[in-house]
């Protein structure tokens, strides 16, 4: 089992930017697929945005599209969430998910991923 570790949230206005980043334990981190999901008070867990293991393919919520980034670096074992002009409703705890998949695909289902990270809270002021 892959351990994973997020970082990089915080309290940022309204139009400003954070970057998550996700740290995995393993070198094989590179045969997993990787997501980013998150939860509001309140509310259940959505996916936000998700990248294959090659890194290739990548998918995103249509709330984000064009504002958030995923990306990884397998050399490194880590994910990344670049999440640009942020607004309040993006206000939420984060989670960074993988699971090893065999072929290169985003996988989307939160219930499809084996391994999560502990979360980190970004709160977005108006």
């Known amino acids: 089992q892959v351990q994973l570790v997020e970082s990089g949230g915080g309290l940022v206005q309204a139009g400003g930017s954070l970057r998550l980043s996700c740290a995995a334990s393993?070198?094989?981190?590179?045969?997993?697929?990787t997501g980013w999901f998150r939860q509001a008070p309140g509310k259940e867990r959505e996916f936000v945005a998700g990248i294959s293991k090659s890194g290739g393919s990548t998918s995103y919520a249509d709330s984000v599209k064009g504002r958030f980034t995923i990306s990884r670096d397998n050399a490194k074992n880590t994910a990344s969430l670049q999440m640009n002009s942020l607004k309040p409703e993006d206000t939420a705890v984060y989670y960074c998910?993988?699971?090893?998949?065999?072929?290169?695909?985003?996988?989307?289902?939160?219930?499809?991923?084996?391994?999560w990270g502990q979360g980190t809270q970004v709160t977005v002021s108006s």
């Open positions: 998910a993988a699971v090893r998949s065999v072929i290169a695909v985003v996988v989307t289902r939160a219930s499809s991923y084996t391994n």
């Open positions: 393993e070198r094989t981190f590179s045969s997993y697929a």
